[in-house]
């Protein structure tokens, strides 16, 4: 019997989108965790508030918008698993 990884659903909302200024705003919710982050892609910068929880969820987040960047948009809603309880 394997045991199954332990996993968070992490749900992310874009709020503000800017290609001139490279960056990208928004909303990120795991478990009863909430940040507000922005992500300066041009710098590899990823920028996350308020601290708390904030280790747990930096890497992961920061994996999912260097794969996903050019493909979010503002309103959008999307969400990525993190192998982790959060």
Known sequence: ???????????????????????IEGEVRASEFEWQFQ????HGE???EPSLGRALIKEPLT?????SDYQL??????????RADI
Request: net charge positive.
């Open 1 to 23: 019997m394997s045991k199954r990884l332990p996993q968070t659903t992490a749900y992310v909302r874009i709020t503000h989108q800017s290609w001139q200024q490279g960056k």
């Open 73 to 82: 948009e503002p309103g959008g809603d999307y969400c990525f698993t993190i």
């Open 39 to 42: 992500w300066r892609f041009r």
């Open 46 to 48: 990823l920028c996350v």
């Open 63 to 67: 994996r999912f918008l260097e794969q």
